[in-house]
T-cell receptor, first 111, second 111 residues
């Protein structure tokens, strides 16, 4: 089976940097993804790491260490609009397994 | 942006009624999914499909059924709705890459 752990809530101020951690246990690993979901909205894709290291996309970066079964999402220059829930997810390879999502981290950005 | 559509967006129905939630995508994706999500909670995979005439149950036990007669269409049916089925249902699809695209969701309330 697959399970993921991430903090339930994180609070930060505008302009700051925040890191959301994710640890996972899987029987087969096919990459770690991150999704953002605003209240009342649908999840949207942020990033994907198949290999160890850092992937950067604008203000967002994602890191993966397969040996530690660990990854994180780094959000820089926080803006109010970044207040949302962030989900890590594993799976989703080109084979048959669908994504399994973590329970989500609710990020509150304060002025 | 992804082209995946769900109807109805909001529905209130009585206990025991049959309901079908519609989902269509215009991206030609082979893989489609149904996730269930209560407000502020994690996403649970309830059904997935890897192509026409291919459907499998997900991690969360569900009393719903799905069909995949056409690539673009993946409806979910509840034969007899119960209050415990009250939730948000998210349809999603993915192609060869690892990105999953979600529809806007269908909010179901069973009274």
């Amino acid at each position: 089976g697959q399970s993921l752990e991430q903090p339930s809530e994180v609070t930060a101020v505008e302009g700051a940097i925040v890191q959301i951690n994710c640890t996972y246990q899987t029987s087969g690993f096919y990459g770690l993804s991150w999704y953002q979901q605003h209240d009342g909205g649908a999840p949207t894709f942020l990033s994907y790491n198949a290999l160890d290291g850092l992937e950067e996309t604008g203000r967002f970066s994602s890191f993966l260490s397969r040996s530690d079964s660990y990854g994180y999402l780094l959000l820089q220059e926080l803006q109010m609009k970044d207040s949302a829930s962030y989900f890590c997810a594993v799976g989703g390879d080109t084979g048959r397994r669908a994504l399994t999502f973590g329970s989500g981290t609710r990020l509150q950005v304060q002025p | 942006e992804a082209d995946i559509y769900q109807t109805p967006r909001y529905l209130v129905i009585g206990t025991g009624k049959k309901i079908t939630l519609e989902c269509s995508q215009t991206m030609g994706h082979d893989k489609m999914y149904w996730y269930q999500q209560d407000p502020g909670m994690e996403l649970h995979l309830i059904h997935y499909s890897y192509g026409v005439n291919s459907t499998e149950k997900g991690d969360l036990s569900s009393e719903s059924t799905v069909s995949r007669i056409r690539t673009e269409h993946f409806p979910l049916t509840l034969e007899s709705a119960r209050p415990s089925h009250t939730s948000q249902y998210l349809c999603a699809s993915s192609g060869l890459e690892n990105t999953i695209y979600f529809g806007e969701g269908s909010w179901l309330t069973v009274v």
